[in-house]
């Protein structure tokens, strides 16, 4: 199998295999058929024993090792078939070099494009390809033909969603002569410049962007993105956020996916700037999963998997209370599908009263409660 099918099948078989890996307890079959030419290879995967065995060899392996695995051994085939059977359930993915299928239940067919949220929606997209096809072409997911490539589909459908989730906040702000936007950690800058053509090209806006990050790499490709599509009102600086203070005012904050305390340094900026909307979604944490003691719950968090999950929320959680305790309303929804990342969940913030000592009174209890100092206090006048 060539390499584009081998990697779309990668990302199907993940999908199937972070679900039945959530759901052991119903599985009763996992096995897969490579074919070359007229004949074929079984594998079998053992589920008690986690030992699969393929050509002659038996492999003591994690489920969630096998996608890779799997993958690895395409290159020497024509096709395959791949079945995963649980209780009233059986799933089954087809690939080779014309495309990726799944078929549940043996009834219903599923093209590839229809498994998860990567793929063209039926419905209006915020960002238009046919009407935003300069900007999508210089930012990567269009063809030169206008297109959608393959590999950019994920991406267009989670900056257009992203779009959806905030166009209420661009809403709120546009009664500001210049809407004006901090990208923290900008990275490419996505982001950045799909929300600079939907409020100054769509909402009929004045705005103006400005994308931090501490890489200098990033920051020229997005100067020089900036440059070709003539985007004057955007600058973009190489500097440590917590270094960084703006000389306008700021309407609203935005980071995608900084990892750990990165997340905070964002909400920091956009507390120190009084930031009337923030926008944010976090990425791996890590600073409170040391800290925290909970000694009512131990017998559950003994458990590595369930104390780290618990961090995860607890840290956000704690994000949402520290913006409300400085006067944002605060809403937390889910951004793209969990089978494409597990961080997946985006803070919607919007300013709306001085402080709200309520839940500050509330923040205090639970530090206390359970020993913990998270970074995003450092911001904030207790």
Do not use: W
Not at 25 to 43: D, H, M
Not at 221 to 235: F, V
Not at 252 to 280: E, F, N, P, Q
């Amino acid at each position: 199998m060539k390499k584009q099918a081998i990697e779309k099948l990668g990302f199907m078989l993940q999908g199937m295999i972070t679900r039945a890996d959530e759901n052991k307890s119903y599985l009763k079959a996992i096995f897969f058929i490579f074919k070359s030419g007229l004949k074929q290879y079984k594998g079998i995967y053992d589920i008690e024993k986690s030992l699969l065995n393929f050509n002659g060899k038996n492999e003591y392996m994690k489920l969630t090792n096998i996608p890779q695995y799997v993958c690895m051994e395409a290159f020497n085939y024509d096709s395959i078939e791949f079945v995963i059977e649980e209780r009233g359930r059986k799933s089954i993915l087809y690939a080779d070099n014309k495309g990726v299928k799944i078929i549940k239940d043996d009834k219903e067919e599923l093209p590839s494009d229809k498994v998860s949220t990567s793929h063209i929606l039926n419905r209006n997209y915020y960002i238009n390809a046919s009407e935003a096809s300069e900007l999508l072409k210089e930012i990567g997911i269009l063809t030169k033909e206008g297109k959608i490539k393959n590999d950019m589909i994920r991406k267009y459908n989670q900056i257009d969603h992203f779009v959806e989730l905030i166009d209420e906040i661009i809403d709120d702000l546009s009664d500001e002569d210049v809407i004006n936007v901090i990208d923290c950690g900008c990275g490419k800058s996505y982001l950045s410049f799909v929300l600079n053509y939907y409020i100054k090209e769509k909402k009929k806006k004045n705005c103006y962007f400005i994308g931090i990050d501490r890489s200098e790499k990033v920051i020229e490709s997005s100067k020089e993105i900036a440059k070709r599509l003539n985007y004057k009102n955007m600058e973009f600086i190489c500097e440590d956020i917590n270094n960084y203070l703006p000389n306008r005012k700021i309407d609203m904050v935005i980071s995608l996916h900084a990892c750990d305390t990165a997340t905070d340094m964002a909400l920091g900026l956009a507390l120190r700037t009084k930031s009337k909307a923030i926008v944010c979604v976090p990425c791996c944490h890590k600073e409170l999963l040391e800290q925290y003691n909970f000694n009512e719950i131990e017998p559950i968090i003994k458990h590595g998997i369930f104390k780290a999950r618990f961090a995860d929320i607890l840290t956000d959680g704690i994000r949402a209370l520290l913006l409300e305790s400085q006067g944002y309303k605060v809403s937390v929804v889910e951004y793209i599908s969990p089978l494409e990342t597990p961080k997946n969940l985006l803070i919607r913030a919007k300013k709306v009263s001085d402080k709200n000592l309520k839940a500050l009174e509330e923040y205090k209890a639970i530090k206390k409660k359970l020993s913990i100092n998270p970074y995003l206090e450092r911001y904030i006048n207790l």
